[in-house]
């Protein structure tokens, strides 16, 4: 239980530092990034790997604070990478369901 505390405070501390770069280079962002408070959440089921660890509501964004770690410890960027993403989702109205949306079009092109 405490390991999952600290997990969660390390991921909490690497969101902030995403973040803040992101509001270094885009501060016109700065209105959208601070919207959506930062939620942590635990895998549904163990896994040897986590393959999904990131998503938005467009009220919070929802991270797995091993995800985070993980990819941090690879490369810090991924985690920046990740965080725009999702800002990006929302402020796109990707994920929104629109009745005339060509989905395989609007997938490609937001995803590419």
Known sequence: ?????????L????????????VARMPYLNRALFAMPVRFY???????EITLGYG?????????PQ??????????MLVVRAYLHMVLHCLFFH?????????????????A
């Open 56 to 64: 938005c509501d467009g009220t919070y964004l929802y991270v797995m």
């Open 1 to 9: 239980m405490e390991t999952d505390k600290q997990a969660e405070a």
């Open 95 to 111: 994920g929104f369901q629109y009745v005339t949306l060509d989905r395989d079009a609007w997938d490609f092109a937001a995803d």
């Open 11 to 22: 991921a909490a501390e690497v969101m902030q530092g995403a973040r803040d770069q992101i």
């Open 42 to 48: 635990a895998p549904d089921h163990e896994t040897d």
């Open 67 to 76: 995800a985070v770690l993980r990819d941090a410890d690879r490369n810090p």
